[in-house]
């Protein structure tokens, strides 16, 4: 046999490169793009349904009209003031929670790093409490929630003596961060009337109810800047995954590679929170479905951000549809379909011997 022939026997196929100029090059593998195909139909046909079931839906026949500016009265104010806003919101907060939990995953090698898990949900939680309870009419509560999404970050970075470089002690000085600021805010609960617990509570168990297009200006803005970041970080966190000296040796960079997509990664979670709450599971529970179907090492950003997309979207149509007196927050749903998953998630990584 040659030496071509045992070269190109040894050597795996390599997947085709999609290049953008020289600063972004994505491989191109058959299984994540039909994965992405299937996931932007299941994404259109979500906001078909949206748009067009229930008491406030648009009929089939007037959507089309409706979307080009043509539409009846009652159609448009639906279509411009009610189910448009909170469509277009879910889906880019969806993708912006599952590129943020891909992110956590791949940089602490951990398949339960997510922004919950080192308190940024919970310190954001801890924000609306007090702008929305304590201190009313200071700042608006998606800016509260802003301030103590900064503030617990701030905590963990301070925390771990070392920034973002480390995250064995950001996941403890997280779940301490997070364990204080739900303290607080069962602590404000307690102390506030009824009717102001009943309206706190319901945007922090995340809610796409009342958005409006200030919203979605806000969490697309983070999704045109922060995603290409993440693109651009993605084949250096390939190589983290391996390890710390085999990515230094490979020029990776592992440190400020991690430190930067950390910051991405909570940019973008900030985001999502400010317009939605601090909706759960969603960015645990979307990067694992992606990596589990496309079969592929990364973090897996685009099929991360569509399959977050479709599951934030989805649950929120089931909220609208479910036959109660009172729509359910959509962080509800996600709840019980994330604590779900992540029993299912645990169980498997017991058999395995890894927990």
Do not use: C
Request: aromatic residues 6%; glycine residues 12%.
């Amino acid at each position: 046999m040659s030496a071509t022939a045992t070269a190109s026997i040894a050597s795996p196929k390599r997947p085709p490169v999609l290049r953008l100029g020289g600063w972004l090059s994505l491989p191109v593998r058959a299984r994540s793009l039909v994965l992405g195909g299937i996931l932007v139909v299941a994404i259109l046909a979500t906001g078909l349904a949206t748009l067009t079931l229930g008491k406030l839906g648009i009929a089939p026949s007037n959507l089309l009209p409706t979307l080009l500016g043509q539409g009846e009265g009652r159609d448009e104010i639906v279509l411009t003031a009610f189910r448009g806003p909170r469509l277009v919101v879910g889906i880019a907060a969806g993708a912006a929670l599952a590129v943020s939990g891909a992110l956590f995953q791949t940089v602490t090698r951990n398949p339960l790093g997510s922004p919950d898990v080192i308190g940024l949900t919970s310190g954001a939680s801890a924000g609306a409490a007090a702008f929305g309870l304590m201190w009313p009419g200071i700042l608006p509560l998606p800016v509260g929630a802003l301030v103590g999404a900064f503030v617990a970050m701030a905590l963990v970075y301070v925390g771990t003596g070392t920034g973002f470089s480390s995250p064995s002690r950001m996941l403890l000085i997280g779940i301490g961060v997070s364990a204080m600021s739900l303290a607080f805010v069962q602590w404000v609960l307690v102390r506030a009337g009824r009717e102001q617990a009943t309206v706190l509570a319901t945007y922090l168990n995340g809610s796409l109810a009342a958005r409006d297009w200030d919203h979605a200006a806000t969490i697309w803005t983070a999704i045109v800047v922060l995603i290409p970041s993440a693109l651009l970080l993605s084949r250096r966190l390939q190589l983290v995954e391996m390890g710390d000296e085999q990515a230094d040796a490979l020029g990776a960079r592992s440190t400020s590679a991690r430190a930067l997509s950390i910051l991405v990664a909570i940019g973008l979670a900030t985001a999502a929170v400010s317009v939605a709450g601090p909706v759960s599971f969603i960015a645990l529970v979307a990067p694992q479905i992606a990596r589990r179907l496309s079969r592929s090492a990364g973090p897996n950003i685009l099929a991360s951000a569509l399959m977050g997309a479709f599951l934030l979207s989805l649950a929120d149509l089931l909220t609208q549809q479910l036959p109660f007196d009172v729509t359910l927050p959509v962080g509800v749903l996600t709840a019980i379909l994330g604590g779900i998953y992540l029993g299912y998630l645990l169980i498997a990584q017991w058999r395995k011997g890894t927990i």
